[in-house]
């Protein structure tokens, strides 16, 4: 077709309605792509204070691993704020050498699964996939990366306080979340 | 009523719009083989009437969450019934997809020129168990918490990305709030949409290129024996529906709809399993030990992209399913193996006997926890604070917590206090050797001697120790006559009987293991009542709030009804 007054215009109005929609569409994706990742990298949940009362030390033998829950005093889940509330589990040793507590979160570091013992093996294992780990916490078999993730603990007027941390799952470096 | 309705046409043409569609011609006549995509309508229909009904009662946090699903579950009337069609709607929806999809390939319905809604089906079939995925972790009961987790986990540990993704699907570092509305979000407005969107274009696509009827049929044949979709097909159409809800019905009402278990609780320890239609990768995750990352990520896109390309690897000239084996036996290969994986998985949760009594202990707290949310709400802590509810559970964590070191283990510092304590047998246990290492043995309180007595004068004796714990089974007429004996022995050389007496050599037995005594004894063991200056407990006033003491004593009377071995 010749190119006239009447097709220019409407090449014209086709551009001007594409770059328009497109400035209005890209306007508007800006904050709403803004509003949905921006959890990234954000601390969503949170905890104050320090360690956790956990229990009493002379319960920690060197025989059996114990299991103590570890409850927060005070921790923020987006808008809400709640106390005493179960952050997760630790799992209690007593060293048959030094006689020291160590502590070992819960949490699989393969998925985050709780571990159990099994006393039948005298080993830590994941009733998810299978990982099993020793009672220092390295990895014995399984898919998980790395060994159970040691948290801190302490010991004051009897009383074992574990500091409670979680770890990114699935990677073989210890990651704090 | 005929004017209205041709006054209705004349503005909208929706009389014709809707004769051409129930007129449209299906070549070679009606088949039942031809019903899925209905059932398939019919089950969407479904799930979006009762996800309404059960979003008209559902709360989205981590506090509410639970506590709204147990309550439709225990307390909306029908509540259940709705839920739990809910629930096996989905898997219904699951298991039609493959039959509709199964019915497509052996019939060559995605070849051209219908390949591009045969890739329609497949995304629908993505967008079906994403909704299977994200409703799960809804209820945030153990299971749903539990199983999720190892999916975000899963997620987090994809290459490049991963990690970024997991922080948007689960809305930030941890599992929270955020990662409920994010999941309600998506299960409730996204999906609803896409799957919206993609079935008008299945359905137009569809009726488009018609039905594929059978292979081996001249057209010639297929017009003469061609029958309307109205009445013939759609009569078929409405009985598979029907058979297919009246299934989904009984399923429901056999199993009293869906399970709820406990409230998500981070600290326990549960075995995560996820639905039935993720059994196949949940137990390749368990058999791929180091080859994981491949396992859950290879396959899932190998299935999907296989399913995708189904149409461009079958160039057989035939539609007859003998000429196309290799493309059906791909197929059914890949079926067979999910339906072997998934058999295998149940079949070792089933003969792992320690994962059945977990499992059955599980149940049990689940149980629990809904009789609780039932009697007595669910505080607005959350879910897991129902336990909180019952003040013997409540106890039961402080006991571990603060008592158990001293009362519970080999380590003891003083008398066991395990299943049985304060019982009967306890009591006649403690007669016979009070300083035995598992009563005041591992204390320095230990110079009272075994009284001797007959055994109808211990029973008497036993009896109204026993009737001090507050027990209502306790018999009145040995009660007294117990009284008259501990008068006439030497016992009140060194005990009382009567809540005012203070500073004997032993402790006053008034009210010994009731509720209000253990109230007063844990804040003040020393007090001149009990042990005065032979005491060695220390003092839990500051410890522990009136409250808390009341629930431990709850929780320690209530080991009385316990065995004592």
Same mark, same amino acid.
């Given at each position: 077709m010749p190119s006239d007054g009447r097709s220019d215009r409407r090449t014209l109005l086709k551009r001007a309605t594409l770059s328009l929609g497109a400035a209005v569409g890209l306007g508007l994706a800006l904050p709403l792509v803004r509003v949905l990742v921006f959890?990234?990298?954000?601390?969503t949940v949170s905890r104050e204070g320090g360690p956790l009362d956990a229990t009493?030390?002379?319960?920690?033998?060197?025989?059996v691993p114990l299991r103590v829950e570890l409850r927060s005093d005070r921790r923020r889940d987006a808008w809400s704020l709640a106390e005493g509330v179960a952050l997760g589990a630790a799992w209690l040793v007593r060293d048959e050498d030094t006689g020291e507590i160590r502590a070992f979160s819960a949490?699989?570091?393969?998925?985050?699964c709780a571990i159990d013992f099994d006393p039948e093996s005298g080993l830590f294992r994941c009733p998810c996939h299978q990982s099993g780990f020793a009672l220092d916490g390295r990895r014995l078999s399984g898919?998980?990366?790395?060994?159970l993730d040691p948290l801190p603990v302490s010991v004051e007027d009897g009383r074992v306080r574990v500091a409670y941390k979680r770890f990114r799952t699935d990677v073989a470096e210890r990651i704090e979340l | 009523m005929r004017a209205l309705l041709d006054w209705l046409e004349e503005r909208t043409g929706w009389g014709s719009l809707a004769r051409r569609a129930l007129q449209e011609p299906v070549p070679g006549g009606a088949s039942f083989h031809y019903v899925w995509g209905s059932v398939l309508l019919l089950l969407l229909g479904l799930q979006a009437l009762t996800g309404v009904l059960l979003g008209l009662h559902? +709360?989205? @946090?981590?506090?509410d969450a639970w506590a709204s699903v147990a309550f439709i579950q225990?307390?909306?009337?029908l509540g259940w019934l709705v839920r739990g069609l809910h629930a096996h709607g989905a898997s219904a929806m699951v298991l039609v997809c493959l039959a509709h999809l199964m019915q497509t390939a052996i019939y060559g319905a995605y070849r051209k020129p219908r390949e591009v809604n045969w890739i329609l089906g497949v995304l629908l079939f993505c967008a079906v168990l994403a909704f299977g995925l994200t409703g799960?972790?809804?209820?945030?009961d153990q299971t749903g918490y539990w199983a999720t987790r190892v999916a975000t986990g899963l997620i987090g540990a994809l290459p490049v990305a991963g990690r970024p993704l997991q922080q948007i699907v689960q809305g930030g570092?941890?599992?929270g709030n955020l990662t409920l509305t994010r999941f309600y979000g998506v299960h409730v407005f996204v999906l609803p949409a896409l799957v919206v969107v993609l079935v008008l274009a299945h359905v137009a696509l569809f009726r488009r290129h018609g039905v594929t009827p059978?292979?081996? !049929?001249?057209e010639e044949q297929l017009r003469r024996r061609s029958e309307p979709f109205w009445p013939h097909q759609l009569f078929r159409d409405t009985v598979a529906g029907a058979a297919t809800l009246a299934v989904l019905v009984a399923v429901t009402l056999f199993t009293h709809g869906a399970d709820l278990e406990a409230p998500?609780?981070?600290?326990s320890s549960f075995d995560a399993r996820p639905e039935w239609y993720f059994r196949p990768l949940f137990q390749l995750l368990k058999m791929a030990g180091p080859l994981e990352s491949l396992v859950s990520l290879v396959v899932p896109l190998l299935v999907v992209g296989g399913l995708l390309v189904l149409p461009f690897l079958?160039?057989?000239? +035939? !539609?007859?399913p003998q000429r196309r084996l290799r493309p059906l036996g791909a197929l059914g290969l890949g079926i067979a193996l999910a339906g072997g994986l998934v058999a295998l998985s149940f079949y070792e949760d089933a003969t792992d006997e320690e994962l059945q009594a977990r499992l059955a202990r599980a149940e049990e707290t689940a149980q629990r926890a809904r009789r609780l949310a039932v009697e007595n709400g669910v505080p607005t802590?959350?879910?897991?604070?129902?336990?909180?509810?019952e003040p013997a559970v409540a106890g039961e964590r402080l006991f571990r917590q603060y008592c158990a070191g001293c009362h519970? #283990?080999?380590?003891?510092? #003083?008398p066991e206090i395990s299943?049985?304590?304060?019982?009967r047998t306890w009591i006649e246990d403690f007669l016979r050797r009070p300083s035995g290492h598992r009563f005041?043995?591992?204390?320095?309180?230990?110079d009272m001697r075994p009284p001797r007595l007959r055994p109808p004068d211990r029973a008497a004796l036993v009896e109204l120790i026993y009737s001090q714990t507050g027990?209502?089974?306790?018999n009145d007429e040995l009660v007294e006559r117990g009284r008259l004996l501990f008068g006439r022995g030497r016992c009140p050389e060194c005990h @009382?009987?009567?809540?005012?007496?203070?500073?004997?050599?032993?402790?006053?037995?008034? !009210?010994?293991?009731s509720v209000e005594m253990l109230v007063e004894f844990i804040a003040d063991p020393g007090h001149p009542r009990w042990f005065g200056e032979a005491n060695e407990m220390p003092s839990f006033r500051d410890k522990l709030s009136p409250e808390q003491r009341r629930q431990l004593a709850a929780y320690i009377v209530s080991l009385r009804d316990g065995e004592w071995e």
């Open positions: 959890p990234l990298g954000r601390r009493a030390a002379e319960r920690v033998t060197t025989e949490s699989c570091p393969h998925l985050g898919p998980a990366k790395r060994g | 559902y +709360s989205p @946090s981590t506090t225990d307390q909306v009337p799960y972790l809804l209820p945030w570092n941890e599992y059978r292979w081996g !049929r001249g998500a609780n981070p600290a079958d160039r057989a000239r +035939s !539609r007859a802590a959350g879910g897991d604070a129902v336990f909180d509810t519970r #283990g080999d380590e003891r510092k #003083g299943p049985g304590y304060s019982s005041f043995g591992v204390t320095g309180i230990d027990a209502e089974d306790a @009382s009987l009567d809540w005012t007496t203070e500073g004997d050599l032993g402790p006053n037995l008034a !009210r010994r293991g």
